[in-house]
């Protein structure tokens, strides 16, 4: 049995709808200790990833392992459809195996149920690098303020949707996106004064290209959290992380481009 | 532009 209580504009309402243009459905597996949710886009370009501990979820209730398939847009047309003074509670129980229920309580107790139906979703489940994996493959990382990550990403997804590069060095961190009629060129300079809002650390330079437009899906989910750290490797997808609560966090991964 | 990789290239099912 789940119970999961949601609230309208919480992280795991806010992933939902990031990915709403990107994938159909999300892949959670629920314990006792915790949920971890995994979606991938339909063209298989980018990974996210949201893990939420048990002690960080209020009212949270799950007696055994649990893994199901969300239908993504049915959940946040729900939700949307939901007022924000409402209870909202995910429940999946032994009696209904195959649906999910949504319950919307009012604060007058008038309830509002929503059913639908689970998607199979085995396959779009990966094994995804843990924390020793990117100390070790990944040269560099960079932290830095969400909202100023938010409005690159939004800067480089407006000017060029197709080709960005993300490059870093100990000295500087790069954003470049290329447009139809002109490129844009971002550069952030290491403050020796100041390392707790804004800080590189590299083991050599990397440069990574990506598509900008999923970086920008992402990026807003990213400001539920006042910074985000990102994990720069020449071989592997560019991942960003941010931490939600106390213990809980949401990855996201982007597949690299090949340079010409 | 490149050539796009798949992150199905990077990370097998689990």
Known sequence: ?260 | SGVQLSIKEFYRPD
């Open chain 1, 1 to 260: 049995m789940l119970e999961l209580p949601l609230v309208k504009g919480d992280p795991f309402h806010h992933v939902m709808e990031a990915i709403l243009d990107l994938s159909d459905v999300a892949h959670v597996v629920c314990t006792t200790r915790g949920l971890n949710l995994l979606a991938v886009d339909t063209k298989h370009l980018a990974i996210v990833s949201l893990l939420f501990p048990a002690e960080d979820f209020k009212g949270y209730t799950c007696d055994e392992y649990i893994s199901i398939g969300i239908p993504i847009r049915d959940l946040v047309n729900a939700i949307r459809c939901g007022d924000d003074k409402d209870t909202i509670t995910l429940k999946v129980g032994e009696e209904n195996f195959g649906t999910i229920t949504l319950s919307f309580v009012s604060p007058e107790k008038n309830t509002v149920d929503y059913e639908f139906r689970l998607v199979d979703a085995k396959l779009e489940r990966f094994r995804l690098p843990d924390r020793h994996f990117l100390r070790s493959k990944y040269q560099g990382s960079v932290k830095m303020p969400s909202v100023e990550f938010r409005r690159i990403c939004k800067c480089l997804s407006n000017f060029g949707d197709e080709y960005g590069v993300i490059s870093v060095t100990d000295e500087d961190l790069t954003y470049f996106a290329k447009g139809t009629d002109g490129d844009v060129y971002v550069e952030y300079k290491q403050q020796e004064e100041d390392t707790t809002i804004f800080k590189i650390d590299v083991r050599e330079p990397v440069r990574l290209a990506f598509n900008p437009k999923y970086l920008n899906t992402f990026a807003k989910v990213f400001t539920l959290s006042g910074q985000v750290k990102l994990f720069l490797s020449k071989t592997h997808p560019l991942m960003v992380e941010c931490k939600i609560g106390q213990k809980g966090r949401i990855r996201c991964f982007v597949a690299p481009k090949v340079e010409p």
